[in-house]
């Protein structure tokens, strides 16, 4: 359940295309929307003649940009959603959005990826990193396209893959991507990555014998593992929900996930932002970091409230 959606602007159209999904999941689940940009003051921008310009150049550009929400604000609610408000703000653009989400209570918020505005470099993309380490707030990470955004489509988020690496916080990401994927009777798809056998590359004298304890690990894990998202996929046959599991090898979980996604036709990827074991790595700047630059679909990312296994944050 949804009580409002935000969405981070930066002025350019190339941003525009989280308004897409955003309008999208606000008309099915009912809820205003609310559009947020940081305004930059000049002196950060410009480190000469900040103090002369700041007077009569800064006014000018708040104007600019609150005319620019306003306009979105009236191209959205010409698509068909009325409850939309725009939100001008100063401050360092992650802080903003973060405070925003939760003045607003906002239960998702939806942006690209990266922006191509004059003023990206403050905003999408290092802003997106800082948001997933920081809030605690899902984040729907949408890859912008190069032509203008139509605000009048609807895409459908019709499968949705969940890696999870057998621990209680990575578990944290499934009630945001049930959430998400009621709105359009979406199938799921949990995930586990195994890491394989040591490859042959030589044979030492005892390589066979270490070779066959390291296949019987990974038969036994591969096991573990299946039992173990069978267990999960309760949680979704209780509430009516389409699921499937699969149990994969590589020593790569980035490059699993992506494959698993592309050759599924998955529409939606969605995990959290740390753990352990087999996706101990699932950190911004490792497997996260990969898959959200690496996927061409949208990418759901949620950092848990709490540390409940133990790990480091």
Same mark, same amino acid.
């Given at each position: 359940?949804?009580?409002?959606?935000?969405?981070?602007?930066?002025?350019?159209?190339?941003?525009?295309?989280?308004?897409?999904?955003?309008?999208?999941?606000?008309?099915?689940?009912?809820?205003?929307?609310?559009?947020?940009?940081?305004?930059?003051?000049?002196?950060?921008?410009?480190?000469?003649?900040?103090?002369?310009?700041?007077?009569?150049?800064?006014?000018?550009?708040?104007?600019?940009?609150?005319?620019?929400?306003?306009?979105?604000?009236?191209?959205?609610?010409?698509?068909?959603?009325?409850?939309?408000?725009?939100?001008?703000?100063?401050?360092?653009?992650?802080?903003?959005?973060?405070?925003?989400?939760?003045?607003?209570?906002?239960?998702?918020?939806?942006?690209?990826?990266?922006?191509?505005?004059?003023?990206?470099?403050?905003?999408?993309?290092?802003?997106?990193?800082?948001?997933?380490?920081?809030?605690?707030?899902?984040?729907?990470?949408?890859?912008?396209?190069?032509?203008?955004?139509?605000?009048?489509?609807?895409?459908?988020?019709?499968?949705?893959?969940?890696?999870?690496?057998?621990?209680?916080?990575?578990?944290?990401?499934?009630?945001?991507?049930?959430?998400?994927?009621?709105?359009?009777?979406?199938?799921?798809?949990?995930?586990?990555?195994?890491?394989?056998?040591?490859?042959?590359?030589?044979?030492?004298? $005892?390589?066979? *014998? &270490?070779?066959? =304890?390291?296949?019987?690990? %990974? /038969?036994?894990?591969?096991?573990?593992?299946? #039992?173990?998202?069978?267990?999960?996929?309760?949680?979704?046959?209780?509430?009516?929900?389409?699921?499937?599991?699969?149990?994969?090898?590589?020593?790569?979980?980035?490059?699993?996930?992506?494959?698993?996604?592309?050759?599924?036709?998955?529409?939606?990827?969605?995990?959290?932002?740390? $753990?352990?074991? *087999? &996706?101990?790595? =699932?950190?911004?700047?490792? %497997? /996260?970091?990969?898959?959200?630059?690496?996927? #061409?679909?949208?990418?759901?990312?949620?950092?848990?409230?709490?540390?409940?296994?133990?790990?480091?944050?």
């Amino acid at each position: 359940m949804y009580h409002s959606i935000l969405v981070p602007l930066d002025g350019s159209t190339f941003g525009e295309h989280a308004l897409v999904f955003a309008l999208s999941i606000a008309r099915r689940a009912e809820v205003p929307l609310h559009l947020v940009h940081a305004h930059v003051p000049v002196a950060l921008m410009y480190a000469e003649n900040a103090f002369n310009m700041e007077g009569t150049l800064d006014p000018k550009i708040r104007e600019q940009e609150k005319a620019y929400l306003d306009g979105a604000a009236k191209r959205v609610a010409a698509a068909g959603l009325h409850r939309v408000t725009p939100v001008l703000t100063d401050g360092p653009a992650a802080d903003v959005i973060r405070d925003q989400a939760h003045a607003t209570r906002s239960d998702l918020i939806v942006m690209t990826t990266h922006g191509r505005g004059p003023l990206s470099r403050f905003w999408l993309g290092s802003v997106a990193d800082q948001l997933v380490r920081r809030c605690s707030v899902p984040i729907l990470l949408v890859h912008p396209k190069d032509d203008l955004p139509n605000l009048t489509s609807a895409p459908v988020l019709s499968r949705v893959l969940i890696p999870l690496d057998g621990s209680k916080s990575a578990e944290q990401i499934l009630e945001p991507a049930m959430s998400l994927g009621r709105l359009t009777n979406a199938e799921y798809t949990l995930l586990r990555v195994v890491e394989p056998a040591m490859s042959v590359g030589y044979d030492p004298v $005892g390589y066979a *014998g &270490l070779q066959a =304890v390291d296949e019987r690990r %990974v /038969a036994l894990e591969q096991k573990e593992a299946q #039992t173990y998202l069978d267990r999960v996929a309760e949680r979704f046959k209780a509430q009516k929900l389409r699921v499937q599991t699969r149990v994969v090898t590589s020593h790569h979980p980035a490059v699993a996930i992506l494959d698993e996604a592309a050759t599924t036709g998955t529409s939606l990827i969605a995990l959290q932002t740390h $753990g352990r074991r *087999g &996706l101990a790595r =699932v950190l911004l700047g490792s %497997v /996260a970091d990969k898959v959200v630059r690496g996927a #061409t679909i949208p990418v759901l990312v949620f950092r848990p409230n709490s540390n409940l296994d133990g790990d480091m944050t």
